[in-house]
């Protein structure tokens, strides 16, 4: 665990009521309470997920395999034509949406059957794309998050704040961050910003970094303090995006979704140091090792059910 109060000092920033640390007992455990044996796949929502683009399958590869490791009970992906051979073989349990084009999304998708949606990891910045998504956020009624090339596409729609519905989740890192909201002269304003923007819009920023900092709706942030230096390296954050797709497609809140998402991630994050050490870990070994951060949790659960 990260030094909290080291990290708060170095950027300037005090103690506040509305700053609360990530921790286990923090989060939501319906996530981790045994299922009813009697359930179905239709009990755990249908995820859709757009990514991916020629060059870039494997963030899809990445997103899709950590939904699925977070227990959605359908997950659709959306990619181009040439993907399509990577996604069903190294996926199978996802379903597969083709675009019209070979290389890029371009459709306008009807989201109306599925529970929730997320776009963005390695979708590529084309112009055609940007139109998609612009049609994505006019017609879209259903929980969305967006992350990486959707953020960087979102950034070049001149009103793009007005589009943002309430069941919205950003997950920008700082560079992708600045690109959406500008510069700000420090953390401290910085962490202000989120705080207003999620109260007046409804919308959850989940920026990335050392310390995630999570700014939902009601004011509050959470900081999470877990996490090591070895997530620092490519498709850690489509990761942290199928996590996120799958815990919102099962009907939690954008709040809970977030603080459990951000969590787990971390903690798989953890866990798999402790197995190939930090200079080795790649972001396959964190959805490697979500099923144990996810019973770790479930552990806990089930001592303070005994115990009250």
Sequence with gaps: MKDFNNFLKTNGVKHQPFYHILTKKSLDNKLFLPRDEFSHKGNFGHGLLIAGSYGKAGASVLAAKASLRLGVGLLTVHIPTLLYNILQISSPEA???????????????NTEKYSA????????????TKKSLYHLLNTN??????????LNLLSQIPNFKSLLKEDTVLTPHPKEFERLFG??????EKLEFMRNFSMQTGVTIVLKGGITAISVKTGEVFFNTIGNAGMATAGSGDVLTGILLGIL????????????GVYLHALAGDIAKEKVGEVSLIASDIIENLHEAIIRCQKQTTQKAIQS
């Design 141 to 150: 009624a259903k929980p969305l998050i967006i992350d990486a090339d959707g």
């Design 249 to 260: 497609s099962q009907g939690f809140s954008t709040q809970e979704t977030t603080k459990l």
């Design 117 to 128: 949606v997320a776009i963005g990891c390695g979708l590529g910045t084309k112009e055609e």
């Design 95 to 109: 379903m597969v949406s083709l675009d019209t084009n070979n290389k890029v999304f371009t459709d306008n998708i």
């Design 183 to 188: 510069k700000f002269a420090s953390y401290v």
